[in-house]
């Protein structure tokens, strides 16, 4: 979460929000009031406020409008010791771009949607050069265990491993794994010699 939070009073102006956004390139912000959340203010928010470049009737003093009026009240919140991969299925249930983070009723911190695609990027090792490999195994204790022996045998650095359900038997899984080289040929050579099944990468010459 970013602990640097821009935020916005109740009693500010749609103009206040506009040139907070601006000034800061952000697309959502916190409604504070005595220390309290009291709402979020999104850039969506925003431009249902302010007129249309096309409407005959232009709304009058939309700048002049309180930002309680454009806001969305009693946000939803998170707390500091909330799992990334639960706040993350929050925001996509809830289908929300924001949330403030609260602890013993005062605002500690704010999370949106860029911050959880950047900290699923660190957890994947994606920002980092290397191999993705695709692997599916038995579903039985023990398999990641013999999949990274190859690794370990290799000398070869495993920067991150998710695990998903087989959707065609569900007595396998799929293991995907990215690893620290730029070529993972011997590799998945001696994975396939262990009797596991390489999907990626699966190239014609790899195919025995």
């Not at 249902?48 to 409407?55: E, G, I, T, V, W």
């Not at 009723?105 to 290397?130: C, M, N, S």
């Not at 370990?152 to 695990?163: A, C, D, F, T």
């Not at 690893?179 to 014609?204: H, R, Y």
Request: net charge negative; glycine share 4%.
């Amino acid at each position: 979460m970013k602990t640097d939070v821009h935020t916005l009073a109740p009693s500010q102006t749609v103009q206040d929000v506009l040139d907070l956004f601006e000034d800061n390139r952000i697309r959502h912000a916190p409604v504070v009031e005595d220390g309290k959340v009291v709402g979020v203010v999104t850039e969506r928010d925003l431009k249902d406020a302010l007129p249309s470049r096309f409407s005959v009737s232009p709304k009058i003093n939309a700048y002049e409008m309180k930002v309680s009026e454009i806001m969305t009240k009693n946000p939803i919140t998170g707390h500091p010791m909330d799992f990334v991969e639960e706040t993350a299925l929050t925001f996509y249930d809830q289908k929300i771009g924001c949330l403030p983070v609260v602890s013993h009723e005062k605002l500690v911190g704010f999370l949106t949607e860029t911050d959880l695609l950047y900290k699923y990027i660190e957890l994947t090792g994606a920002h980092q050069p290397g191999s993705h490999i695709e692997i599916r195994v038995p579903n039985r204790s023990g398999v990641l265990y013999e999949v990274s022996k190859v690794f370990y045998n290799h000398k070869v650095n495993v920067l991150s491993v998710l695990v998903y359900p087989d959707k065609q038997n569900n007595a396998n899984k799929v293991l995907v794994f990215r690893i620290q080289t730029m070529n993972p040929l011997a590799i998945i050579d001696d994975l396939q010699k262990e009797g596991f099944d390489v999907l990626w990468p699966n190239t014609p010459q790899m195919d025995k």
